[in-house]
């Protein structure tokens, strides 16, 4: 099915403290050649003890394979990310935080093969605790600077919690841009597709690292939080991991979608 000029992206969905980043140094470079992938983006927002990032674990994870580090609405909570994300091309943040923040809410990469292509990140605004700019508007902003309808692939991690936030991001721009992948949520959702479009879409591509707590934190605390509602300091969960994420297929010299494909792995 495969042609021999496809450009596949994966994209990992959000990378869980040491396990998450073990287990990219374990599986990654083989899961490469396994799907034939040209471009890994991962979402790093939980890279650090389960929130934050820092140019440690960034380094681990870029070492691991991974081309580009997204993030989200975690990427500031470990201080030294305000310097790091500064200078550090490769990891992008929200485009959609207020103008003046550091660093950068799109590049363009290069695959393997050499196709250049726009990786962009936004943050949603519904059920979220931080004051984001509108994200629609602001992934108009991004089309602007390429000439309105981008002459190269142009992907988009959308950090959200509301499933109808990121429906609607994936309809707006259908035909518009190449795909439209949710993040932050932690769960994997059944309904990955190419829009009419051709733009290829999904909810939430799921999260990196243990399989066995709650969204990849220890399940003890999670749980004793809603029974008490007292603070507690959560800590990463141990045990079984998993990979989740998708991939997206393009031909070479286009923008459109032709397939996308979950990938959800287990590890003991
Ligand atoms: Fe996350
Ligand atoms: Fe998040």
Redesign the pocket.
Known sequence: MMTETAERILFIG?VVGRPGRRLLKSALLGLRRELSVTLVVANG?NAAGGVGITRKTAEEIFSAGVDVITT???VWDKREALEYVRWEPRILRPSNYPPGSPGRGFGVFQTSRGTEVIIANLNGRVFIDTAFDCPFRSLEDVLRAFGRTPSIPLLVDF?AEATSEKIAMGRAFDGRITAVLGT?THVQTNDARILPGGTAYVTDIGMTGPSEGVLGVHSETVVDRFYTQLPGRFKVASGPTMLNGAVVTLSAGSTEALQIDLVNRSFD
């Open positions: 959000d927002e989200g609405n975690h950090h932050h």
